[in-house]
């Protein structure tokens, strides 16, 4: 019902910066969405990074993420975007893409169990 689809990992030097894309298909209206990004890295649990609400563009930042990335939604292409700059080798993880709803979007949880549609995710790997 729900299909989630990353796009835009990559390898990078310290310093560099990443825009990763999440295309979504969706049964109902994309804009009624929790969408987020979590990131895993190796031996880690899944962090949250970013969750916006697709209907009102609300945004939520996990704390390493503030400041250096940048989430946005393109309600017309049912698009997801994490533009990621100031890479740090600590920022090298799986990034996924999530998805809950439909919901009134009065808060959007960063927490990884309330998502119930994930993308296969996207490798980014950040060098000294």
């Known amino acids: 019902q729900v299909k989630l689809v990353e796009s835009g990992g990559g390898s990078v030097q310290a310093g560099g910066s990443l825009n990763l894309s999440c295309a979504a298909s969706?049964?109902?209206?994309?804009?009624?969405?929790?969408m987020a990004w979590f990131r895993q890295a190796p031996g880690k649990g899944r962090e949250v990074v970013a969750t916006i609400y697709a209907g009102d563009g609300k945004t939520e930042y996990g704390a390493s993420a503030k400041g250096r990335f940048t989430v946005s939604s393109d309600n017309a292409k049912n698009t997801l975007y994490l533009q990621m700059n100031s890479l740090e080798p600590e920022d090298t993880a799986m990034y996924y893409c999530?998805?809950?709803?439909?919901?009134?979007?009065?808060?959007?949880?960063?927490?990884?169990?309330?998502?119930?549609?994930w993308g296969q995710g996207t490798q980014v790997t950040v060098s000294s």
């Open positions: 999530a998805a809950e709803g439909p919901t009134n979007g009065a808060w959007c949880y960063t927490s990884d169990v309330e998502y119930k549609y």
């Open positions: 969706v049964y109902v209206r994309y804009s009624t969405f929790c």
